[in-house]
């Protein structure tokens, strides 16, 4: 009896020997073929425009295409369900951010957990928002903004990103600083939001420099201030909040990427140290600076810092979302 014990102890640790090889060999391989990068938002947005930055430079640093795959619908719930129910096999991976992988969490009704069932990869930059008008808001500063929103009061419109999305709950927040009530305008996209603002459509919108720069150097909306302490450095005429006349007015959200649970932690590894390397790329980095984005310290960027990270962003938002009764429509 105990020869026999001992005979499928040594079988089993053989085959756990021969399965941690087999997944070493695989890791040292990859990747062998292109990656798919879902995003869980229409193009045009930031989230976009930061993914396709971000698969460019890690396409260099891994020898393999990552391919930015766009699945919209439902505030970024239809991609990212997408993506957690992918093969764990490194060749798909997530690129989310504050609302699709944080916020929705308090939302909407998911079938999995938005921490435990993914494999945390890396942090990758976090950015604040701008409050900006249509061209023919009479406004010229962020006081007059307000005077003008206190006399237009529910006749207001504000595009957002969909139901939870981070300029969803930015807008709620102003309101609630401001004392107001304004029509929220959900739309699949920070990208569509922003060509009904340049259209005239809505009135109002907060959103990352990423999608408002364009549209004010072209002229196009207007923007007046900062949600931050500090002023962005890609827009460095426009004040902050505190300058502007709304201190302590910040809202500042992050992306990251993800893989699918059950990913090899060697695979996972690798994916880390591309996205860092191509963070660090000065190609890349540049192009992320000029779309006002912050880096993090290295202990966040590491897998166990994003795993952390979230922990604690969904400790200290979800309270503030469930308080204010967003609910997916």
Partial sequence: MIRKLFVAAAVAAGL?????????AFADDYPTHPIIMVVPLAPGGSTDVLARITAQGMSKQLGQPVVV???GGAGG??????????????YTILFGQ??????????????????KDFEPIALVATQPFMIDARK???AT????????????????TEGNSGVGSPSHIAGILLQQTL?????MVPYRSAGLSMQDLVAGNVDIALDAPAVVQPQFKAGTVKTFAAAAPKRVAAMPDIPTTDEAGLPGFYF???????APKGTPKEIVAKLNQAAIAALADPEIHKRMVDLAQDFYPPEQETPEGLKAFQEAEIAKWWPIIKAAGVKAE
């Fill in 16 to 24: 756990t020997s021969a399965l941690a090889a087999a997944t070493s």
């Fill in 69 to 71: 795959e766009n699945t």
């Fill in 77 to 90: 719930t239809i991609g990212v369900t997408k993506a957690e129910r992918s093969p764990p096999d490194g």
């Fill in 98 to 115: 504050w609302g699709t992988n944080m916020a929705n969490g308090a939302i909407y009704s998911l079938d999995f957990d938005l921490v």
């Fill in 136 to 138: 023919g808001v009479p």
């Fill in 141 to 156: 500063n962020l006081k007059e903004l307000i005077a003008w929103l206190k006399q237009n009061g529910d006749k207001t």
């Fill in 179 to 183: 004392g107001l009530k304004w029509q």
């Fill in 252 to 258: 500042s959200f992050w992306h990251a990427m993800w």
